[in-house]
């Protein structure tokens, strides 16, 4: 990217430029890949990708140190009794859990993400916003989940929150920006695009749907308008930004249709756990018995596979 692009990746956007979306579109371009088939010989690479898509998480008040271990043995050993998987992305939690997950999986190159910023409500100080995300990078985070100020946006105080991601951003050091949008509080599609660019312009390294808590959390309408967005700021940019849907995708048939949409959209260049994520724990239990389905030609008990 030039130096011209990239200061021009960085600015305010000019919101009024961003394109209404067209529903019927998006929604007959979902049923499109809804329908797809995925031939056999292909459904296994398919079912591996997805597994290495996956952030574990762990994001309740009820979180402990040893909760915390015991999800990162899991990373570490999905299933053992299939030898050769891939691992998980990255391990989910609590800023004040990160140093337990590092702890945890020092020995392994499976990321340490945080969610931070107020989580999941946003209803803070920017200072404080700062100084969560600080503490988790500083204890060993990789990656920052910060949630955006919904409120500020819905009253169409747009610069509030680019400056705020702008400065998240810049209190992440090395660590990468994801940018929680909350679709489920956005209601519109047309919103989630220019919330979208907002946060690309900003200076997020992902956009990510929802926190979870909220819901209608991940759709595959509102994930394809934000791949639809991600793919207009590379084209105008040169710079490429990670998309993250994450709660309600609990099947593997599901996560298989989002990387046929996410492939048609994007490309090849996004098929990684660099640029695409799934936060979805419960999605790893239903992916890894289709692939011992794949394997031993039947299904395994879910009691075969661990809950945390």
Known sequence: MSDAARHHALEFPDLSRVPPVDEVGVNERVARFQSRSIKTSAKMDALRLVLSMIDLTTLEGQDTAGKVRQLCLKAMHLHDALPGLPHVAAVCVYPTMVSVAREALASTDIHIASVATAFPSGMSALDIKLDDTRMAVEAGADEIDMVISRGAFLAGDYR???????????????????????????????????????????????????????????????????????????????????????????SAKLAIHYLVMLRETLGDAWLTPAWFRFGASSLANDVLMQIAKQTTGVYQSPDYFSKD
Do not use: N, W
Request: hydrophobic fraction near 45%; aromatic fraction near 6%; charged fraction near 25%.
């Open 160 to 250: 509030y929150v680019f400056d705020e991601i702008r400065a998240v951003k810049a209190a992440c050091g090395e660590a990468h920006l994801k940018v929680i949008l909350e679709t489920g509080e956005l209601r519109t599609l047309d919103r989630v695009r220019k919330a979208s660019d907002l946060a690309m312009h900003a200076g997020a390294d992902f956009i990510k749907t929802s926190t979870g808590k909220i819901q209608p959390a991940a759709t595959m309408q509102v994930t394809l308008v934000m791949l639809q967005a991600i793919r207009d700021f590379y084209r105008e940019t040169g710079r490429m930004v990670g998309m993250k849907p994450a709660g309600g995708i609990s």
